[in-house]
């Protein structure tokens, strides 16, 4: 009889625990969905602001860029991912000597995306791109030139010189620094 009551209340508690395992995979099946499908959803996949898929260099419509090749981001990056190549270029209005960008390489493959490069720059020159498609076969590909061919700096970005007994002033972004 003992053994007769054991196996009634097994069967309940086994029927109990059924129900509940249908009570968790129906409520699953009726919450919305939130896996998405890679890669049908490439045109509407949506990413957070702060999420950094490779650096970039904007440009404005006129192919100018912001960079003085000031060299403060190649320093700063930890793993040697930037390289900084500039030239020295005589100013046809003012006779000075003043730096200018020749290539701005980036190496997609050392970079850890720590963000220092973006922080430490003045002139907001860099920025994080979002797509996140980054796979290459050809390791060599994870070398870019950010920026663009025929492109310069643009005017209000480079630092005015020095005059006497006056602080060096140079507007960037509308501001005075
Ligand atoms: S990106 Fe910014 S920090 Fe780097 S060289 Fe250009 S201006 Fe300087
Ligand atoms: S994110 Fe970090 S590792 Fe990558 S280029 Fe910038 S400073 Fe270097």
């Not at 190549?85 to 003043?98: A, F, N, W």
């Not at 922080?119 to 076969?137: G, L």
């Not at 020095?162 to 620094?177: A, H, I, R």
Request: charged share 25%; net charge positive.
């Amino acid at each position: 009889m003992k053994s007769f009551y054991l196996y009634i209340k097994e069967l309940f508690e086994g029927i109990c625990n059924l129900i509940l395992g249908l009570k968790i995979s129906m409520m699953n099946f009726l919450r919305p969905k939130v896996t998405e499908q890679y890669p049908e959803n490439r045109k509407t996949a949506q990413h957070f602001d702060r999420f950094r898929a490779r650096l970039v260099m904007p440009h404005n419509e006129k192919n100018e860029h912001k960079c003085i090749a000031c060299g403060i981001c190649e320093m700063n990056c930890p793993n040697g991912t930037i390289q900084v190549l500039s030239s020295m270029v005589e100013d046809p209005e003012t006779g000075r000597k003043k730096k200018v960008l020749d290539k701005y390489i980036y190496d997609l493959g050392t970079c850890t995306f720590c963000n220092m490069c973006v922080t430490s720059c003045p002139h907001k020159a860099i920025a994080w791109s979002q797509d996140f498609e980054q796979a290459v076969f050809d390791r060599d590909r994870l070398y870019c030139q950010l920026n663009a061919e025929g492109s310069h700096v643009e005017s209000k970005t480079i630092p005015t010189p020095k005059t006497e007994g006056k602080q060096n002033t140079s507007t960037v972004n509308g501001q005075e620094s």
